[in-house]
């Protein structure tokens, strides 16, 4: 099994800056890509930003220019630095891991708990 670990929520005012956090751990053979979602109050969970294991990104267009997301490999760990930030970005954000496991070499989807992203005006 896998978990994975959000980090880095919180309040912050429009223009400002955030920095998440997702470390993940467990039966890791390789992470084939790692990613954020976010579900704002009233709507469904959207793609913010994903990462593969090749380094190519995609972004959703709401936050292109904003939203930078990278991993480190060796710490299994996804970050997205998030910039100039807009009370449309408030919501929950999670984090997202297709895994091979080490066990059975299939990969799974994971999800993080979610960590909570308010941008005040």
């Known amino acids: 099994q896998v978990q994975l670990v959000e980090s880095g929520g919180g309040l912050v005012q429009a223009g400002g800056s955030l920095r998440l956090s997702c470390a993940a751990s467990g039966s890791i053979f390789s992470m084939n890509a790692m990613g954020w979602y976010r579900r704002a109050p009233g709507k469904q969970r959207e793609l913010v930003a994903t990462i593969i294991s090749g380094s190519t990104t995609t972004y959703a267009d709401s936050v292109k220019g904003r939203f930078t997301i990278s991993r480190d490999n060796a710490k299994n760990t996804v970050i997205l630095q998030m910039a100039s930030l807009k009370p449309e970005d408030t919501a929950v954000y999670y984090c997202?891991?297709?895994?091979?496991?080490?066990?059975?070499?299939?990969?799974?989807?994971?999800w993080g708990q979610g960590t909570e992203v308010t941008v005040s005006s």
């Open positions: 997202n891991a297709r895994v091979v496991l080490t066990t059975i070499l299939k990969e799974y989807t994971y």
